[in-house]
């Protein structure tokens, strides 16, 4: 596969985004064009879209590169340089974009559901802009970088070396119990020392998120960040009902799991270092010594599902759009970064050599798969995706993949890997409904005090938990896990969609189990859509239903059980 950039027809190949100044005469161009054609409408769109792109591109590379070393200065200026002050300057002359393409008679001409879905996102953003929410926005891209900064600055001194959070969380699958206890105290005394920190940052972003609500016409930012990433398909009554299923459905079931493990362990209860451990007194699983190893067989093992995969990964590669390896000064996590002109996107991870770096990495890798099979979409608004798409991308690659994960394994830790797999499908889901309720109590109630935070989290962690594990002694640990999770400091609200995606998911693995090329044959067809269809349409062509009901966990629950039998 050769892959080249498309080169640019409206801005010069070599503009370098220094400030706003380089920026304004091609906004200029897009606003005083005359449109007087069907085809200038169309040009007019095109170049916009380039703009869009290469606008996004750069963006993305300052976080990219923040990311990677949050160590270095220069690095986190240049991304703070852009959310602060070229993005800024950029709001109100994409407001008057929006409301000449808007105005224009050539719209209603566009009469296919791409462009009527791009044409509906942008009368939300009509609907939405507020001049006044530009600084507090610009306030809250800088503010939202800290937690990446303090995340990765935390580490675990052990025998004399220092270890990233990632690194120190991998002994905590040992069997030796005292080994155990030991790193859990090590990473618990780092979490509490920036308890207070990670607490004033998300209450001062609360407070902003709460006031670009109320400027904009709403009463909370849960409605208004609804109608921003543009939920047209579902509304909070169905969120709740969804908390409610998992409650129901799922965390019986992940009990029973749990269960299993504690008579394995001979324990009445798990003590918070037991909760990674195996059972069996296995030792962890680990399929890879490093990166490097983890790319050769995931090339490997994607080229077995389709030979285009394999090249898709092996493209991002040469063109060094990877960092797979955990180390200092790197920030948390791990992401698929769309980009957007030359449609190659990029891997960033914190891989320690676990199975579930394995789990990510495929993850990601689905991802990066979506945006190669979208990318020669015409205009940049249908590649960007709405996260209940992305991520039915992403979590089908996970259970798609588990027959290759042969590449990594002999026959008894591949299938040990994949029960580990359907288990982990099941955890995670009730963890993802709490969190997601959590939001929303978060933002109906922004005046709360940090007693109140505490208590309120604690009460979903009953209702979602299992009540296996003796807490007795790190009960503030508890009360503060949900500092862990990035998307309620960077992304707000971006996280039932992973709980309604990995519904999806299932299907999709489902029907593999019944036919495996058709399924991925559905599979790359939903992908290549982009954002051209509504959600329904492109669940429907993967083969799934838009679906996340209590009948639809039920029944998926069931399916899993059984499966798990099978792998006894």
Not at 152 to 178: C, F, H, I, P, R
Not at 289 to 294: A, L, N, Q
Not at 394 to 404: N, R, V
């Amino acid at each position: 596969m050769k892959i080249q950039k498309a080169a640019r027809q409206f801005l010069p190949e070599d503009l370098a985004i220094t400030d706003f100044t380089v920026l304004s005469p091609f906004f200029e161009n897009l606003l005083s064009r005359e449109i007087l054609t069907s085809a200038d409408f169309d040009q007019w769109l095109k170049d916009r879209s380039e703009l869009d792109a290469v606008l996004e591109e750069d963006l993305a590379w300052r976080y990219i590169r923040m990311s990677i070393d949050t160590t270095k200065v220069e690095l986190r200026d240049a991304y703070t340089l852009f959310v602060t002050q070229i993005q800024p300057k950029l709001a109100p002359l994409e407001d008057q974009l929006n409301q000449k393409l808007m105005s224009l008679p050539f719209v209603h001409e566009k009469t296919d559901e791409a462009h009527q879905i791009y044409f509906r996102s942008v009368q939300s953003a009509l609907d939405l802009y507020r001049e006044e929410n530009i600084a507090i926005e610009a306030a809250l891209n800088e503010e939202a970088q800290q937690f990446g900064a303090i995340s990765a600055a935390q580490s675990v001194d052990y025998n004399g070396e220092k270890l990233t959070m990632q690194q120190a969380a991998l002994l905590l699958k040992e069997q030796d119990e005292e080994l155990r206890k030991n790193i859990f105290h090590k990473i618990a005394e780092v979490r509490r020392k920036d308890r207070n920190q990670l607490d004033s940052l998300f209450s001062s972003l609360i407070q902003k998120r709460h006031q670009v609500a109320l400027n904009a016409g709403f009463n909370n930012f849960r409605d208004y960040k609804f109608a921003a990433m543009g939920r047209y398909d579902y509304t909070k009554e169905d969120c709740f009902a969804f908390h409610d299923s998992i409650k129901l459905h799922i965390v019986p079931l992940v009990k029973e799991i749990q269960l299993q493990r504690l008579q394995k362990l001979r324990k009445s209860a798990f003590k918070p270092w037991d909760l990674d451990v195996d059972p069996e007194g296995k030792p962890a699983l680990k399929p890879f010594k490093d990166g490097s190893e983890m790319l050769r067989g995931t090339i490997a093992m994607f080229e077995r599902i389709d030979p285009y995969f394999g090249e898709c990964l092996r493209v991002m590669h040469e063109l060094g759009h990877l960092d797979l390896d955990s180390k200092p000064g790197k920030a948390p996590g791990g992401y698929n970064y769309p980009l957007y002109e030359i449609g190659v996107p990029f891997i960033f991870m914190n891989a320690v050599g676990t199975q579930r770096d394995l789990e990510t990495m495929v993850h990601e890798g689905g991802h990066a798969i979506h945006s190669f099979l979208s990318r020669d979409l015409s205009l940049t608004a249908f590649k960007n995706l709405p996260s209940e798409v992305a991520e039915l991308a992403s979590m089908s690659m996970e259970l798609l993949s588990m027959p290759q994960w042969s590449e990594f394994y002999d026959s008894t830790a591949h299938k040990r890997a994949m029960r580990e797999q359907l288990e982990g499908t099941l955890k995670v889901l009730p963890w993802i409904a709490q969190i997601d309720a959590f939001q929303h109590w978060i933002y109906e109630n922004p005046n709360h005090t940090l007693s109140e935070r505490s208590a309120y989290w604690l009460q979903l962690s009953t209702d979602f938990g299992t009540g296996l594990t003796n807490w007795d002694g790190y009960e503030d640990l508890v009360q503060s896990s949900w500092q862990r999770q990035l998307h309620l400091f960077e992304v707000p609200f971006y996280y039932i969609e992973y709980g309604i995606a990995q519904l999806g998911a299932l299907g999709v693995w489902k029907n593999s189990l019944e036919n495996y090329p058709n399924a991925i044959e559905k599979y790359k067809k939903a992908l290549a859509l982009g954002y051209t269809e509504p959600m329904t349409k492109i669940y429907e062509t993967a083969g799934v239903s838009f679906d996340f009901s209590s009948e639809r966990l039920q029944a998926l629950s069931n399916f899993i059980g059984q499966e798990l039998k099978k792998m006894n």
